[in-house]
């Protein structure tokens, strides 16, 4: 059984990736959180733009 990978997720200014393997350590986001369960006030910590204006990437 293989496990799905979770995806990344690329901010609107384009210079921060959410990775859900490495989570957000300075928010208190664990590792291995999907994108899709971070708080829904958590936002990019460059530009501070909200979860909705985040696009997926294609791996």
Do not use: H, Q
Not at 23 to 46: A, H, K, S, V
């Amino acid at each position: 059984m293989t496990e799905k990978k979770m995806s990344r997720y690329e901010s609107p200014c384009t210079k921060y990736v959410y990775n859900p393997e490495e989570g957000d350590y300075e928010r208190n986001i664990p590792p291995g959180t999907p994108f899709e369960e971070l708080p829904d006030d958590w936002c990019c910590p460059l530009c501070e733009a909200e979860k909705e204006f985040f696009e997926e990437l294609e791996d």
